[in-house]
């Protein structure tokens, strides 16, 4: 079993940042793909940004230009920087690995726990 544990969230203004990380437990994190997801009210929960185990990342076009997706393969740790952030940001952030070195949509697995972001205007 595979432990991915997030933190970093909190409340903030609208156009404030926030950076959020994603510890693995694990002993194969510089093996997989892994991304950050997000359940925000009223909506399906998204792939928001993903990076390959090479650092090729991905971005949803609501965030793009805003978030920065980045992993310490070194310390297992995958990090989100989130700036310019808007109210409609607002969710939980979920870390998730994948079982390839690439973002497939079929091989996502384990979940984070996930953690609270919270944007006012």
């Known amino acids: 079993q595979v432990q991915l544990a997030e933190s970093g969230g909190g409340s903030v203004q609208a156009g404030g940042s926030l950076r959020l990380s994603c510890v693995d437990s694990g002993n194969e994190f510089a093996m997989n793909a892994m991304g950050w997801f997000r359940q925000v009210p009223g909506k399906q929960r998204e792939l928001v940004a993903a990076i390959s185990t090479m650092g090729i990342t991905k971005y949803a076009d609501s965030v793009k230009g805003r978030f920065t997706i980045s992993r310490d393969n070194g310390e297992n740790t995958l990090y989100l920087q989130m700036d310019s952030l808007q109210p409609e940001d607002t969710g939980v952030y979920y870390c998730?690995?994948?079982?390839?070195?690439?973002?497939?949509?079929?091989?996502?697995?384990?979940w984070g726990q996930g953690t609270q972001v919270t944007v006012s205007s």
């Open positions: 998730r690995r994948n079982s390839e070195s690439y973002y497939g949509a079929a091989t996502w697995k384990d």
